[in-house]
């Protein structure tokens, strides 16, 4: 990813910053990847090759990334490396079904001399369908690692940009030495907001958008009849060639679908409407609010892609005793509010709707979280389990060759210590592409002291944060304020004078995990923080991230005149 921070600028923020993602279920860094070349074989593990499918006591055996074989009674090449499956769960490798991870924002052009806000060049305002994710895409990018350790191998990538920024890719999540391309110009992505581009000029409303979609579709119509007759007949002026309009014709063809990104009920309900205008194959990314869509989901047999990122729930430490009627009526309909949302990916499975996830403004520490949060709420283990796998194989037509373990399938695996949904489970491997990834596993604390009682997080903790900038330092103080936690945090100031704060937003205490948000300051933007990890009454441990930049360790101590206070 090119970042375009002044070098001295750049490592400030690293420095002062302490990028914590806590890696989901206590897990670490990789120790390393390992080239699968020849045969190996996972033998007595429990093996879902699918939803709904599952295999005690079964042997998976791969060969030069392929799965060769799976079943209970295999019989073993004489050549096969055996690894020991006790204790271990095998799943289908992950797919993303919309990813940004890896993904630059392409440079801003110049407005020309004679620039008409009326009628700017496609560039300027935001209409890019040629450009390609791939010319933007950095596959060294420390998040994929970050993603990777959850599960995922393969993803959709999709560009930045306004409201056409060009076509997707897939790509699988192996090793480095790979160009890890699966499949180019796989969707034609839009979206009813021209983020980036369009700013002061046409179109710069919703509605304005709408009628440009409408318009540049049409003439992409007009323009592929053209090019039809002109190749079959003589006496034709030859058709001029205009890459914005070309971009179109594999939609046209239905060769790839449109991939429209929505952020509530409305948007979806206008994407919709122009796919039954136009009869284009709809992809629906970051479907929200699926009570009010649900009607027009079905009208269009449109896939849809749904994030995993959920908001916080703000009324729940809310006391309504001696509220007005006004406000304990407005903390109910944001609670009702809330719970619709997690309700939502159930409705879906209800309807008979199959959906895939998207990790699309998701953080990797929140996922199994999350999607334990949406099967307390209705979801079915297996269907959460398709939206990671299969049926985002299906959106993505590839398959044929992932999304579940068979004979003759890419062996794209996750290897779980526990079932996959469970509290217990961490990831020990990973396979992607012929490559297997291993990551160590800590021992899952209890939720509780010795003692029995909930882990005391109040006090003053001292902190250190490994970046690649160097190591830093600052303080957590945390204090206990009746059901909720508040806290301010220090860092280095990104100016290079002395240490800054910041307050410690969202804190949640979790058994023994322990996560927060914070906010910092640095060129002229505000940038969230996220800091997870497992807590003890005398320690943390954890990592934290940030946007673009990865994540990082960070361990904190309490001050020893803090504890047992």
Not at 111 to 117: H, I, T
Not at 246 to 262: G, R, T, Y
Not at 444 to 460: C, E, F, H, L, Y
Not at 504 to 521: C, D, E, H, P
Request: with cysteine; aromatic share 8%; hydrophobic share 35%.
């Amino acid at each position: 990813m090119n970042i375009r921070f002044k070098p001295k600028v750049f490592s400030s923020i690293f420095c002062m910053a302490l990028f914590l993602t806590f890696q989901a279920f206590g897990q670490s860094d990789p120790k390393g990847e390992r080239r699968v070349t020849g045969t190996y074989a996972i033998v007595n593990a429990t093996i879902t090759t699918a939803p709904g499918n599952t295999l005690e006591g079964a042997t998976i055996l791969v060969k030069n990334g392929l799965v060769e074989n799976i079943g209970s009674d295999i019989k073993l090449p004489p050549d096969a490396q055996i690894i020991e499956g006790d204790s271990l769960f095998i799943y289908p490798g992950f797919i993303d079904g919309a990813s940004g991870i890896g993904i630059s924002k392409p440079a801003d052009p110049e407005r020309p001399a004679n620039f008409d806000p009326s009628n700017p060049p496609d560039e300027l305002a935001g209409i890019t369908p040629w450009r390609n994710a791939l010319d933007y895409y950095d596959k060294n990018n420390s998040q994929i690692t970050d993603w990777r350790k959850v599960g995922f191998t393969i993803a959709q990538i999709v560009p930045e940009g306004g409201m056409l920024p060009g076509k997707s890719a897939i790509v699988t999540y192996g090793g480095k030495e790979s160009s890890n391309v699966l499949a180019n110009n796989t969707a034609l992505n839009a979206r009813l907001r021209n983020v980036g581009g369009g700013r002061g000029m046409y179109p710069g409303t919703q509605l304005g958008i709408i009628a440009k979609f409408r318009d540049l579709y049409k003439n992409a119509e007009l323009s592929a009849q053209h090019n039809r007759l002109f190749a079959s007949n003589a006496g034709l002026a030859r058709p001029e060639m205009n890459k914005t309009l070309e971009a179109f014709f594999p939609v046209l063809d239905k060769n790839i679908p449109i991939l429209f990104e929505v952020s509530n009920d409305l948007e979806t309900k206008r994407a919709t409407s122009l796919q039954r205008e136009h009869g284009f194959r709809l992809i629906l990314m970051g479907v929200t609010d699926v009570k009010y869509s649900i009607e027009a989901i079905k009208g269009t047999n449109a896939q849809v892609l749904i994030g995993f990122r959920l908001p916080n729930d703000k009324t729940a430490s809310a006391d309504l005793e001696g509220k007005t009627d006004e406000m304990r009526g407005r903390t109910i309909r944001i609670k009702e509010a809330y719970q619709e949302i997690l309700e939502g990916p159930a409705l879906l499975e209800k309807a008979g709707i199959p959906f895939g996830f998207t990790t699309m403004g998701g953080r990797s520490s929140e996922m199994f979280k999350n999607i334990r949060l949406m099967i307390d709420n209705g979801l079915s283990e297996n269907a959460a389990l398709a939206a990671l796998t299969i049926n985002n194989a299906n959106i993505l037509g590839i398959q044929k060759f992932a999304g579940t373990l068979e004979k003759g399938k890419l062996a794209n695996m996750v290897i779980s210590t526990a079932p996959l949904f469970s509290s217990e489970a961490q990831i020990q491997h990973v396979m992607a592409d012929g490559y297997l990834f291993d990551f160590d596993i800590s021992k899952k604390s209890s939720s509780n002291g010795s003692n029995g009682k909930t882990i005391d997080i109040a006090g003053v903790w001292d902190y250190t944060s490994d970046t690649p900038a160097g190591s830093s330092n600052g303080t957590m103080e945390i204090k206990k304020e009746g059901d909720t936690f508040k806290g301010t945090i220090t860092y280095d100031n990104p100016t290079g004078s002395g240490k800054a704060s910041s307050e410690m937003n969202n804190i949640t205490l979790s058994g023994n995990n322990l996560s927060f948000t914070f906010n910092v300051s640095a060129g002229g933007m505000s940038l969230e923080v996220t800091v997870a990890g497992d807590v003890s009454e005398l320690d943390f441990r954890g990592n934290m991230s940030l946007s673009d930049f990865g994540s990082f360790p960070l361990n904190a101590n309490k001050k020893p005149n803090q504890r047992n206070q």
